[in-house]
């Protein structure tokens, strides 16, 4: 159906920037959202930013100012540029999308990619 990718995960100490990058391959009809996690070990997944086709964006309070999502819908792919990290952003951060894989109402799906792992030193 959709499958998704992430890339751009790495080490990078205090105040250093990243860039993370997500494509969405397979039957895709329409997106109508797509937005990047975080988890790490014992803790839930948490929402870092998502964006709508509608252009709403929304980010989590922890990271306003910080990070900035965006999305190239001709190449179905959505960013995520980290810049002054901190080592409390260390997680593993997955790619999220909402979309039909079909015409049909209920052709509809929540994906997931794989997750990159971000690490940022103190």
């Known amino acids: 159906q959709v499958q998704l990718v992430e890339s751009g995960g790495g080490l990078v100490q205090t105040g250093g920037s990243l860039g993370l990058s997500c494509a969405a391959s397979?039957?895709?009809?329409?997106?109508?959202?797509m937005g990047w996690y975080r988890q790490t070990p014992g803790k839930q997944r948490e929402l870092v930013a998502t964006?709508?086709?509608?252009?709403?964006?929304n980010y989590a309070d922890s990271v306003k100012g910080r990070f900035t999502i965006s999305r190239d819908n001709t190449n179905n792919m959505v960013y995520l540029q980290m810049n002054s990290l901190k080592p409390e952003d260390t997680a593993v951060y997955y790619c999220?999308?909402?979309?039909?894989?079909?015409?049909?109402?209920?052709?509809?799906?929540?994906?997931w990619g794989q997750g990159t792992q971000v690490t940022v030193s103190s």
């Open positions: 999220n999308a909402y979309a039909y894989y079909g015409m049909g109402p209920s052709e509809f799906g929540e994906y």
């Open positions: 964006a709508n086709s509608g252009g709403a964006i």
């Open positions: 397979g039957t895709i009809f329409r997106i109508i959202a």
